[in-house]
């Protein structure tokens, strides 16, 4: 836990003694924000350094985007919370030389962006421009909490010809326990976050926290999925990752490694090379496979 985490920690559980409420107002805020800006790393660098960036406006935030190539044959990025779309650095040449341009951004309150906090919904949003700018993507890959953006986005009219979820979040509610559980918050202000949210999102009409899981409704349909999760990952665990699998049975296959966690995975090389074959290959077998 770091410092700012526990510092939160202290505060609610202080604020929650006094006002139930005002504490689910105050986690509600922490809910919607990375504690931390993800910082570009030493084997980053350089592919941050030549991306070619640019500028959109999504919700009033500055959201800065990448692109490495000339926006043909687009495979667009979607990274995790707390972390920026630098992480796809090992992806970045090995796409380029295949033709592919990878295509990416730092979602609101992280990386290079403005704002402090950031939705699914301007996930899909960002994807949804993205789309109108480059086209539709040959296949869209996502890690972590970007997997919830990413089939959100594609349940709103993004399309891509395949989707790799490495680490992902399948449910909504898996987030709001993992974040109750590290800040040890009163079930009376979980429940007063999960109120703030639903109003927030336009529920209870919308059901969001069945609404915007990944395993959930309507999915990216006819379109191969590659399931790439670690047994080992701490953050999302090995469940999520079956249980993504599972909500697709025919058209899902599953990658399980064992002792990356939930970064490593996405910068180990037979993780990359299991994804440039499902990305080269006519159409994916549909079998589980464990390395």
């Given at each position: ?167 992902g979040v399948c449910d909504m509610e898996y987030l709001l326990d993992r974040f109750s559980a590290e ?109």
């Amino acid at each position: 836990m770091s410092a700012v985490e526990a510092s939160a920690r202290i505060t609610l559980r202080a604020t929650g003694a006094l006002s139930p409420r005002a504490a689910g107002a105050l986690a509600y805020l922490l809910f919607r924000r990375p504690f931390v800006r993800g910082r570009v790393r030493p084997g980053e660098r350089s592919a941050h350094m030549f991306a070619t960036t640019d500028t959109m406006y999504v919700g009033g935030k500055r959201v800065v985007t990448y692109r490495w190539g000339d926006g043909a044959e687009p495979v667009l990025l979607l990274h995790g919370w707390q972390s920026r779309a630098s992480r796809f650095a090992p992806f970045v040449e090995e796409l380029r030389a295949r033709g592919l341009t990878p295509i990416g951004f730092d979602a609101p309150g992280h990386g290079d962006s403005g704002g402090t906090s950031t939705t699914v919904l301007e996930y899909a949003e960002i994807a949804r421009r993205l789309q109108e700018r480059y086209g539709d993507f040959r296949a869209v890959l996502a890690h972590s909490f970007g997997v919830l953006g990413a089939f959100q986005a594609l349940r709103s009219g993004v399309r891509a010809d395949r989707v790799v979820a490495v680490a992902g979040v399948c449910d909504m509610e898996y987030l709001l326990d993992r974040f109750s559980a590290e800040l040890d918050l009163d079930p009376r202000v979980k429940a007063s976050v999960r109120e703030r949210a639903d109003a927030r999102l336009l529920a209870p009409e919308s059901a969001i926290w069945q609404r915007f899981s990944a395993s959930h409704g309507a999915g990216p349909r006819q379109v191969p999925i590659l399931v790439v999760h670690d047994e080992d990952d701490a953050m999302a665990v090995a469940d999520q990752g079956y249980r993504l699998a599972a909500a697709y049975p025919e058209q899902a296959r599953l990658f399980v490694t064992r002792g990356l966690g939930h970064n490593r995975v996405l910068r180990d090389a037979a993780v990359v090379a299991e994804v440039l074959r499902f990305l080269e290959a006519p159409r994916p077998e549909l079998v589980t496979e464990c390395v």
